[in-house]
């Protein structure tokens, strides 16, 4: 099977991310031309050299010698192929183009043998075809009346089933990290509510963000906030747009310089305190 010319890409999310955000014009262009090279590969491979990815971006030494390296921490390792790199969300992307172009070769391939057994058989490739679609058309009890057109069509529906399986996955994993960490408010149940997901989901798109959560984890418990007054962070606070970068460059690991942390409020105590004024 030939090399894929080309992959999708989504402008809202490209001009969402908060790394392309935080690049410049010229390392956005870098950027751009190592996902081009990582995808004609053949593989969604880069080599893991300074040298190689800099001649590859045309960012020649800034790419080694950016002090922020936001671009190289756009990449992770490869996960079948040692000493070379890919970026996750281009990684998923190809696989799932591998598996949808192997099942279409295949749908041929038995297209074919079915039109050539029929043109063999005579009136009886047609009987066996009548026979099949009946058969299709008779155990179809789990879809409505209306969608025989998505019946007769599995790779769409499968396609969609194992990417949906595979988003569950992973977010049952984070949930677990989630849960098992100190000083946060565990998720009550073993999966997202539907804004929660849609906030994980949107964060898997971002080139960077699974490896800044991985990092942030190793953070918890927030001293800013744990050691103060025990604030527990939510879920959906890791969710935030650039939370977890922050979180992994240690910017809640101390109260920020010249600010105190707030007090939680004292209710209770400032009834009192009215009480006592309007007896007086």
Same mark, same amino acid.
């Given at each position: 099977m030939g090399k894929d010319p080309a992959f999708p890409m989504y402008a809202n999310d490209w001009l969402s991310s908060s790394n392309i955000a935080q690049m410049t014009a010229e390392e956005?262009?870098?950027?751009?031309?190592?996902?081009?090279?990582?995808w004609a590969s053949g593989?969604?491979?880069?080599?893991? #050299?300074?040298?190689?990815?800099?001649?590859? #971006?045309?960012?020649?030494e800034g790419? /080694?010698?950016?002090?922020?390296?936001?671009?190289?921490?756009?990449?992770?390792?490869?996960?079948?192929?040692?000493?070379?790199?890919?970026?996750?969300?281009? /990684?998923?992307?190809?696989?799932?183009?591998?598996?949808?172009?192997?099942k279409c070769r295949l749908g041929g391939v038995n297209s074919g043998k079915a039109r050539r057994s029929g043109k063999n058989d005579g009136s009886k490739g047609t009987s066996n075809s009548v026979q099949s679609k009946r058969e299709v058309d008779g155990n179809s009890s789990f879809t409505s009346s209306s969608s025989s057109k998505t019946k007769l069509n599995p790779? #769409?529906?499968?396609?969609?089933?194992?990417?949906?399986?595979?988003?569950?996955?992973?977010?049952?994993k984070f949930i677990e990290k989630w849960n098992a960490l100190e000083g946060v408010l565990?998720?009550?149940?073993?999966?997202?509510?539907?804004?929660?997901?849609?906030?994980?989901?949107?964060?898997?798109?971002?080139?960077g963000w699974a490896?800044?959560?991985?990092?942030? /984890?190793e953070h918890f418990p927030l001293k800013q906030?744990?050691?103060?007054?025990?604030?527990?962070p939510t879920v959906e606070f890791m969710l935030r747009g650039d939370v977890a970068m922050k979180i992994s460059d240690g910017e809640y690991d101390r109260p920020l310089d010249g600010e105190e942390t707030p007090e939680p409020l004292d209710i209770a105590g400032a009834l009192e305190r009215g009480r006592a004024e309007s007896d007086e």
């Open positions: 956005e262009r870098g950027y751009l031309r190592l996902l081009c090279h990582c593989d969604c491979s880069l080599e893991d #050299s300074n040298a190689a990815l800099g001649a590859l #971006s045309l960012l020649g790419y /080694f010698n950016n002090p922020s390296q936001i671009v190289r921490r756009c990449l992770a390792e490869h996960p079948s192929k040692s000493g070379y790199l890919t970026n996750e969300r281009l /990684f998923e992307v190809w696989k799932e183009r591998q598996e949808w172009r192997e790779l #769409s529906s499968s396609s969609t089933d194992e990417k949906e399986a595979a988003l569950l996955k992973r977010e049952t565990p998720n009550s149940r073993p999966t997202l509510s539907k804004k929660r997901r849609g906030m994980f989901r949107a964060r898997l798109k971002e080139d490896a800044d959560c991985v990092k942030a /984890f906030w744990h050691e103060q007054n025990g604030w527990k």
